[in-house]
Protein backbone atom coordinates (compact mmCIF):
# COMPACT_ATOMS: atom_id res chain seq x y z
CA UNK A 1 0.00 0.00 0.00
CA UNK A 2 2.79 2.48 0.58
CA UNK A 3 4.10 2.22 -2.82
CA UNK A 4 0.56 2.80 -3.91
CA UNK A 5 0.30 6.01 -2.14
CA UNK A 6 4.04 7.15 -2.85
CA UNK A 7 2.93 7.09 -6.80
CA UNK A 8 -0.17 8.65 -6.11
CA UNK A 9 1.52 11.44 -4.30
CA UNK A 10 4.04 11.57 -7.16
CA UNK A 11 1.19 12.18 -9.93
CA UNK A 12 -0.54 14.53 -7.79
CA UNK A 13 2.71 16.64 -7.61
CA UNK A 14 3.96 16.09 -10.92
CA UNK A 15 0.18 17.38 -11.94
CA UNK A 16 0.73 20.82 -10.47
CA UNK A 17 4.45 21.24 -11.95
CA UNK A 18 2.72 21.05 -15.21
CA UNK A 19 -0.60 23.30 -14.58
CA UNK A 20 2.02 25.97 -13.01
CA UNK A 21 4.32 25.21 -16.54
CA UNK A 22 1.72 25.16 -18.59
CA UNK A 23 0.25 28.83 -17.27
CA UNK A 24 3.40 30.11 -16.92
CA UNK A 25 5.22 32.78 -19.49
CA UNK A 26 8.10 30.03 -19.63
CA UNK A 27 5.83 27.52 -21.84
CA UNK A 28 7.28 27.91 -25.07
CA UNK A 29 10.76 28.08 -23.75
CA UNK A 30 12.80 25.29 -24.77
CA UNK A 31 13.39 24.00 -21.62
CA UNK A 32 9.62 23.82 -20.81
CA UNK A 33 8.61 22.04 -24.05
CA UNK A 34 11.53 19.04 -22.83
CA UNK A 35 10.32 19.02 -19.21
CA UNK A 36 6.16 18.57 -18.85
CA UNK A 37 6.97 15.17 -21.69
CA UNK A 38 10.06 13.97 -19.69
CA UNK A 39 8.05 14.46 -16.48
CA UNK A 40 4.94 12.91 -17.88
CA UNK A 41 6.83 10.17 -18.98
CA UNK A 42 8.52 9.61 -15.50
CA UNK A 43 5.42 9.78 -14.02
CA UNK A 44 3.42 7.06 -16.16
CA UNK A 45 6.66 4.86 -14.65
CA UNK A 46 6.13 5.95 -11.60
CA UNK A 47 2.52 4.87 -11.76
CA UNK A 48 3.13 1.96 -12.91
CA UNK A 49 5.30 0.81 -10.80
CA UNK A 50 3.57 1.88 -7.33
CA UNK A 51 0.30 0.70 -8.66
CA UNK A 52 1.98 -2.81 -9.48
CA UNK A 53 3.61 -3.32 -6.09
CA UNK A 54 1.18 -1.65 -4.07
CA UNK A 55 -1.86 -3.85 -5.70
CA UNK A 56 0.80 -6.81 -5.69
CA UNK A 57 0.01 -7.36 -9.37
CA UNK A 58 1.31 -10.82 -10.39
CA UNK A 59 4.22 -10.04 -13.10
CA UNK A 60 3.14 -12.51 -15.74
CA UNK A 61 0.30 -10.26 -16.03
CA UNK A 62 2.14 -6.96 -16.02
CA UNK A 63 5.62 -6.76 -14.30
CA UNK A 64 6.46 -3.37 -13.09
CA UNK A 65 8.82 -1.23 -14.87
CA UNK A 66 11.95 -1.92 -12.59
CA UNK A 67 11.71 -5.63 -13.51
CA UNK A 68 11.46 -4.88 -16.68
CA UNK A 69 14.82 -2.58 -16.60
CA UNK A 70 16.50 -5.12 -14.82
CA UNK A 71 15.67 -7.39 -17.69
CA UNK A 72 17.31 -5.04 -20.52
CA UNK A 73 20.35 -4.51 -18.58
CA UNK A 74 21.26 -8.49 -18.26
CA UNK A 75 20.14 -9.42 -22.06
CA UNK A 76 22.03 -6.48 -23.99
CA UNK A 77 23.33 -9.06 -26.11
CA UNK A 78 20.36 -10.48 -26.90
CA UNK A 79 18.15 -7.44 -27.66
CA UNK A 80 21.23 -5.67 -29.68
CA UNK A 81 21.49 -8.97 -32.22
CA UNK A 82 16.99 -8.99 -32.35
CA UNK A 83 17.46 -5.15 -33.05
CA UNK A 84 19.81 -6.03 -35.44
CA UNK A 85 17.76 -8.74 -37.59
CA UNK A 86 14.44 -6.94 -37.08
CA UNK A 87 15.42 -3.08 -37.45
CA UNK A 88 18.49 -2.81 -39.44
CA UNK A 89 18.11 -6.04 -41.32
CA UNK A 90 14.39 -5.96 -42.34
CA UNK A 91 12.55 -2.38 -41.18
CA UNK A 92 15.47 -0.22 -42.61
CA UNK A 93 15.88 -2.48 -45.87
CA UNK A 94 12.42 -2.65 -46.15
CA UNK A 95 11.99 0.89 -45.70
CA UNK A 96 14.56 2.50 -48.02
CA UNK A 97 13.03 -0.24 -51.05
CA UNK A 98 9.46 0.05 -50.09
CA UNK A 99 9.76 4.48 -49.94
CA UNK A 100 12.50 4.52 -53.12
CA UNK A 101 9.83 2.80 -54.93
CA UNK A 102 7.29 4.93 -54.21
CA UNK A 103 8.54 8.20 -55.09
CA UNK A 104 9.91 6.95 -58.53
CA UNK A 105 6.30 5.22 -58.85
CA UNK A 106 4.98 8.97 -57.77
CA UNK A 107 7.02 10.58 -60.49
CA UNK A 108 5.60 8.31 -62.85
CA UNK A 109 2.20 8.45 -62.53
CA UNK A 110 2.31 12.49 -62.29
CA UNK A 111 4.08 12.18 -65.45
CA UNK A 112 1.03 9.64 -67.03
CA UNK A 113 -2.48 10.58 -66.23
CA UNK A 114 -2.99 6.73 -67.54
CA UNK A 115 -0.78 5.18 -65.03
CA UNK A 116 -2.90 7.62 -62.58
CA UNK A 117 -5.95 6.00 -63.58
CA UNK A 118 -4.64 2.82 -63.28
CA UNK A 119 -2.36 2.40 -60.61
CA UNK A 120 -3.77 3.87 -57.97
CA UNK A 121 -6.77 1.96 -57.57
CA UNK A 122 -4.67 -0.90 -57.62
CA UNK A 123 -2.44 0.69 -54.74
CA UNK A 124 -5.37 1.40 -52.85
CA UNK A 125 -6.42 -2.23 -53.17
CA UNK A 126 -3.04 -3.26 -51.80
CA UNK A 127 -3.05 -1.42 -49.02
CA UNK A 128 -6.61 -2.47 -47.91
CA UNK A 129 -4.99 -6.11 -47.24
CA UNK A 130 -4.91 -7.54 -43.69
CA UNK A 131 -0.73 -7.85 -43.01
CA UNK A 132 -1.75 -10.76 -40.77
CA UNK A 133 -2.82 -12.40 -44.15
CA UNK A 134 -0.40 -11.38 -46.24
CA UNK A 135 2.83 -11.66 -43.74
CA UNK A 136 2.73 -15.71 -44.31
CA UNK A 137 2.52 -15.87 -48.29
CA UNK A 138 5.25 -13.08 -48.02
CA UNK A 139 7.36 -15.77 -45.41
CA UNK A 140 6.91 -18.53 -47.83
CA UNK A 141 7.80 -16.73 -51.03
CA UNK A 142 11.18 -14.84 -49.39
CA UNK A 143 12.38 -17.89 -46.95
CA UNK A 144 12.71 -17.18 -43.37
CA UNK A 145 15.43 -14.35 -43.10
CA UNK A 146 15.48 -10.93 -43.00
CA UNK A 147 14.32 -10.61 -46.90
CA UNK A 148 10.78 -11.57 -46.09
CA UNK A 149 10.54 -9.38 -43.64
CA UNK A 150 11.77 -6.74 -45.51
CA UNK A 151 8.79 -7.23 -48.48
CA UNK A 152 6.52 -7.54 -45.98
CA UNK A 153 7.60 -3.60 -44.97
CA UNK A 154 7.37 -2.67 -48.27
CA UNK A 155 4.29 -3.71 -48.80
CA UNK A 156 3.18 -1.67 -45.73
CA UNK A 157 4.94 1.81 -47.21
CA UNK A 158 4.80 1.80 -50.25
CA UNK A 159 0.86 3.03 -50.61
CA UNK A 160 1.42 5.60 -47.92
CA UNK A 161 4.36 6.73 -49.10
CA UNK A 162 2.76 6.80 -52.71
CA UNK A 163 -0.31 8.26 -52.21
CA UNK A 164 1.05 11.60 -50.18
CA UNK A 165 3.98 12.31 -52.80
CA UNK A 166 1.30 12.55 -55.87
CA UNK A 167 -0.25 14.48 -53.82
CA UNK A 168 2.58 16.77 -52.75
CA UNK A 169 3.20 16.81 -56.70
CA UNK A 170 -0.45 18.60 -57.47
CA UNK A 171 0.52 20.78 -54.58
CA UNK A 172 2.07 23.64 -56.73
CA UNK A 173 -1.01 26.26 -58.23
CA UNK A 174 -1.25 26.60 -61.87
CA UNK A 175 -0.01 30.07 -61.93
CA UNK A 176 3.26 28.99 -60.97
CA UNK A 177 3.52 26.38 -63.43
CA UNK A 178 1.96 28.49 -66.03
CA UNK A 179 5.22 30.59 -65.16
CA UNK A 180 7.40 27.91 -65.28
CA UNK A 181 6.15 27.69 -68.91
CA UNK A 182 6.80 31.27 -69.73
CA UNK A 183 10.37 30.51 -68.57
CA UNK A 184 9.91 27.49 -71.37
CA UNK A 185 10.89 25.31 -68.57
CA UNK A 186 11.35 21.48 -69.33
CA UNK A 187 8.61 19.31 -67.24
CA UNK A 188 12.14 17.89 -65.25
CA UNK A 189 13.22 21.16 -64.95
CA UNK A 190 9.50 22.52 -63.59
CA UNK A 191 9.68 19.05 -61.36
CA UNK A 192 13.54 19.74 -59.90
CA UNK A 193 12.84 23.61 -59.48
CA UNK A 194 8.84 23.66 -58.54
CA UNK A 195 7.18 20.98 -57.70
CA UNK A 196 9.49 19.12 -56.10
CA UNK A 197 10.25 21.33 -53.43
CA UNK A 198 6.61 22.04 -52.91
CA UNK A 199 6.06 18.48 -52.50
CA UNK A 200 8.29 17.97 -49.89
CA UNK A 201 5.98 18.26 -47.02
CA UNK A 202 3.83 15.78 -48.41
CA UNK A 203 7.15 13.77 -49.02
CA UNK A 204 8.11 13.74 -45.60
CA UNK A 205 4.28 13.32 -44.39
CA UNK A 206 4.55 9.63 -45.78
CA UNK A 207 8.17 8.94 -44.58
CA UNK A 208 7.10 9.84 -40.96
CA UNK A 209 3.95 7.81 -41.33
CA UNK A 210 6.59 4.80 -42.75
CA UNK A 211 8.82 4.58 -40.31
CA UNK A 212 5.87 3.46 -37.59
CA UNK A 213 4.79 0.91 -40.43
CA UNK A 214 7.82 -0.28 -41.16
CA UNK A 215 9.05 -1.51 -37.78
CA UNK A 216 5.61 -3.05 -36.75
CA UNK A 217 5.62 -5.03 -40.14
CA UNK A 218 8.67 -6.47 -39.49
CA UNK A 219 7.85 -7.52 -36.08
CA UNK A 220 4.88 -8.88 -36.96
CA UNK A 221 6.51 -11.06 -39.64
CA UNK A 222 8.97 -12.31 -37.59
CA UNK A 223 5.60 -14.15 -35.87
CA UNK A 224 4.60 -16.42 -38.88
CA UNK A 225 8.92 -17.43 -39.49
CA UNK A 226 12.07 -15.90 -38.46
CA UNK A 227 15.25 -17.69 -37.76
CA UNK A 228 16.16 -18.29 -33.95
CA UNK A 229 16.52 -14.27 -33.97
CA UNK A 230 14.90 -10.88 -34.01
CA UNK A 231 11.86 -8.83 -31.99
CA UNK A 232 8.91 -10.61 -32.99
CA UNK A 233 10.85 -13.89 -32.34
CA UNK A 234 11.74 -13.10 -29.35
CA UNK A 235 7.88 -11.96 -28.63
CA UNK A 236 6.18 -14.74 -29.56
CA UNK A 237 8.66 -17.34 -27.73
CA UNK A 238 8.77 -15.64 -24.65
CA UNK A 239 4.98 -14.97 -24.22
CA UNK A 240 4.75 -19.01 -24.78
CA UNK A 241 7.59 -19.61 -21.90
CA UNK A 242 5.50 -16.64 -19.75
CA UNK A 243 9.01 -14.72 -19.87
CA UNK A 244 6.85 -11.23 -20.00
CA UNK A 245 9.71 -9.17 -18.68
CA UNK A 246 12.00 -9.85 -22.12
CA UNK A 247 8.60 -9.04 -23.39
CA UNK A 248 8.73 -5.77 -22.19
CA UNK A 249 12.07 -5.39 -22.98
CA UNK A 250 11.66 -6.35 -26.76
CA UNK A 251 8.67 -3.52 -26.61
CA UNK A 252 10.48 -1.40 -24.63
CA UNK A 253 13.45 -1.39 -27.60
CA UNK A 254 11.32 -1.10 -30.48
CA UNK A 255 9.31 1.97 -28.94
CA UNK A 256 12.66 3.65 -28.35
CA UNK A 257 14.11 2.70 -32.01
CA UNK A 258 11.07 3.70 -33.09
CA UNK A 259 10.79 7.37 -31.59
CA UNK A 260 14.19 7.78 -32.52
CA UNK A 261 13.85 6.57 -36.05
CA UNK A 262 10.22 9.35 -36.22
CA UNK A 263 12.42 11.72 -34.77
CA UNK A 264 15.47 11.64 -37.27
CA UNK A 265 13.39 12.00 -40.25
CA UNK A 266 11.12 14.92 -38.78
CA UNK A 267 15.19 16.18 -38.03
CA UNK A 268 15.82 15.99 -41.34
CA UNK A 269 12.31 17.54 -42.47
CA UNK A 270 13.40 20.72 -40.18
CA UNK A 271 15.98 21.10 -42.27
CA UNK A 272 14.87 20.61 -45.75
CA UNK A 273 11.38 22.29 -45.57
CA UNK A 274 12.23 25.26 -43.39
CA UNK A 275 10.37 27.48 -45.86
CA UNK A 276 6.93 26.11 -44.94
CA UNK A 277 4.57 27.75 -42.12
CA UNK A 278 4.62 24.56 -40.17
CA UNK A 279 8.55 24.79 -39.26
CA UNK A 280 7.99 27.96 -38.22
CA UNK A 281 8.51 28.92 -35.01
Given at each position: ????????????????ANVRIANSGH???????????????????????????????????????????????????????????????????????????????????????????????VGNFIAALPI??????????????????????????????????????????????????????????????????????????????????????????????????????????????????????????????????????????????????????
Amino acid sequence: MTWLIFALVFWALAFFANVRIANSGHSTALWARLFVPVLFGVTILVVWEGVVRGLGVPSVILPPPSAIWAQITQSVPTLWMDFVQTFIKGALTGYLMGCGAAFAVAVLIDRSPFLQRGLLPVGNFIAALPIIGTAPILVMWFGFDWHSKAAVVVVMVFFPMLVNTVQGLAASDTMQRDLMKTYSASYWQTLLKLRLPAAMPFVFNGLKISTTLALIGAIVAEFFGSPIKGMGFRISTEVGRLGLDMVWAEIAVAAVAGSAFYGLVAAIEKGVTFWHPSQRS
